[in-house]
């Protein structure tokens, strides 16, 4: 979700002619499995002043936080080489 949520910012490609917007972009300050607190942030949308982002709800929606953490995928891990 948030790939492409960096996608519609304009940090990514939807098509091959599109122009990267180097300026937009996500950082990610929480990880899968970390237990984090209430008021944590987990990341933060750069946009370009002025801009109008897009609706964060459908992409908000895909997060889930459950009291137990998840186990990482060891295969996307080994795929990307980590």
Known sequence: ALGLLAMDLGAGRKDQGDVLDLGVGIRVQARVGQRIQEQ????????????????????????????????QAPWLLESLGC
């Open 40 to 71: 944590d942030v987990l990341f933060t949308v750069y946009a370009k002043a002025g801009g109008r982002p897009p609706d964060p709800a459908p992409y908000l929606a895909t997060l889930q936080i459950a009291p137990e953490p998840s186990a």
